[in-house]
């Protein structure tokens, strides 16, 4: 276990529907990720937290909403997706990015599908 | 625009023998270089970190060295087992954010 949880592990939803995934970090890091995997391509980063601010929002679709509550809790809001958003999704957290010892502790991810 | 790039994209190899994996960039501004495994159906795990100034790191039957001038790095892994069967991403910390190479799935066969 790397001390960053996430729930569902698997999700299938329709392309209308309305979900939300979470994640919860116990290791008293002070900033939080979520990725995109999908086949055969590199990690995205998708967006980034620190501090509950924030930082970086790597140009995506409206229809994917994050929200930290606070530093333990990140949660990705999901509505009217498209098939091509079947990915796995990862969420991570680090110390604080900028350091050159920064590492990411990554969850298990969420497996969604979109029918 | 950094880019990161894993050759091979899957390596299939017997117990026992000594391999070693590439990663290449393209941009020489990094604040470190990291090694990660995937296992199948699960998250990443932290391997090696390497920072900028430094040339290589060590962890157990794991060596990861960093050559910031050509744009490269490796990781060897010795006397390999099954059990390191894995998918191994390497990432570039470059302007507070990791840049990742696609992995190269590695198999190995008892």
């Known amino acids: 276990e790397t001390g960053v949880t996430q729930t569902p592990r698997h999700l299938v939803m329709g392309m209308t529907n309305k979900k939300s995934l979470k994640c919860e970090q116990h290791?008293?890091?002070?900033?939080m990720y979520w990725y995109k995997q999908s086949a055969k391509k590199p990690l995205e980063l998708m967006f980034v937290?620190?501090?509950?601010?924030?930082?970086e929002n790597n140009s995506v679709p409206s229809r994917f909403s994050p929200e930290c509550p606070n530093s333990s809790h990140l949660f990705l809001h999901l509505h009217t997706l498209q098939p091509e958003d079947s990915a796995l999704y990862l969420c991570?957290?680090?110390?604080?990015?900028?350091?050159?010892?920064?590492?990411?502790?990554f969850g298990p991810g969420t497996r969604l599908t979109v029918l | 625009k950094q880019e990161v790039t894993q050759i091979p994209a899957a390596l299939s190899v017997p117990e026992g023998e000594n391999l070693v994996l590439n990663c290449s960039f393209t941009?020489?501004?990094?604040?470190?270089l990291q090694w990660f495994r995937q296992d199948p159906g699960k998250g990443l795990t932290s391997l090696l970190l390497?920072?900028?100034s430094q040339r290589e790191q060590t962890s157990g039957r794991l060596n990861a060295s960093l050559d910031k001038s050509s744009g490269r790095s490796t990781l060897y892994i010795a006397a390999s087992q099954p059990g390191d069967s894995a998918t191994y991403l390497c990432?570039?910390?470059?302007?507070?954010?990791?840049?990742w190479g696609a992995g190269t799935k590695l198999i190995i066969k008892p």
């Open positions: 991570a957290s680090s110390h604080l990015p900028g350091q050159a010892t920064d590492t990411q502790y």
């Open positions: 290791l008293g890091h002070n900033a």
């Open positions: 937290y620190s501090l509950e601010e924030r930082v």
């Open positions: 941009d020489s501004a990094i604040y470190n």
């Open positions: 390497i920072q900028s």
């Open positions: 990432a570039v910390d470059s302007n507070y954010q990791l840049i």
